[in-house]
Structure formats: C-alpha cells, structure tokens
C-alpha cells in the first residue's frame, strides 16, 4: 500500500513538472510538491516511510529518463543522461530531508518515540 501511495504521489508530481503549463513549471513547484509528499510519508509512517517517499522520489527522474530514452522534447536542459543523473540526486536530497523531517515531527506529536509503523 504504502509502494502504491507513493507511486501515486510521485506520478502526480512528475505530471505537475512535465504537463503544467506546458513543462514549464517552476523547478520551486516540484520541490515544494516531492517534499510535502515524502514529509507527510514520513510523519505518516515514520521510518517505514521511506518505502513510500522512495516510491514518490523516483517517478520525478523516471519521467525525465523516459523521455529522453524516447526522444521527447523535454525542458530538462541539457536533455542528458548527466543531467537525468544530477536531477536524481538534488531530488534524492530532496525526498531525503522531507521524509527525515517528517519522521522527526512524529517524533515530537508522539512525545519522542522512535517513529517506526
């Protein structure tokens, strides 16, 4: 369940990225977006989470790659299987402090537990 949510969350933000106004959404948008979702898996979940803001996370460069592997005309510029890789890993960071940031605030709802289930 938790895969399945995640996917729905991150396919919902890769068509906020590549669909909304053209693919011309501010990068800011899809920032904001992939970290509320993998901050709410993880306030959520807690560490079990992280299976849901994976999930989430990696539909934003999947989408790129697709693309390109496809020879779609894409904003990602260069459209390069470099700049799918460093898209990764700045999105990677990203899902990390969401998810981390939400672990830690249901640490402090639940009066300092280990935020695991």
Partial sequence: MRIGIGVAAGG?????????????????VV?????????????????SGRVAAAAAW????????VKHILGLPDTLQPNTYGSIAMLAAFTLAVAAIGAGSG????RLWNGGTSGRG
Avoid at 12 to 18: F, K, L, R, Y
Avoid at 33 to 43: E, F, M, Q, R, V
């Fill in 12 to 28: 919902a933000i890769a068509a906020v990225d590549n669909l909304v106004s053209g693919g011309e959404v501010s990068p800011i």
């Fill in 31 to 47: 920032v904001a977006l992939l970290l509320a979702a993998t901050a709410a898996a993880g306030a959520a979940w807690g560490r």
């Fill in 58 to 65: 990696v539909c934003v460069p999947a989408a790129h790659l």
């Fill in 103 to 106: 672990v830690w605030l249901r």
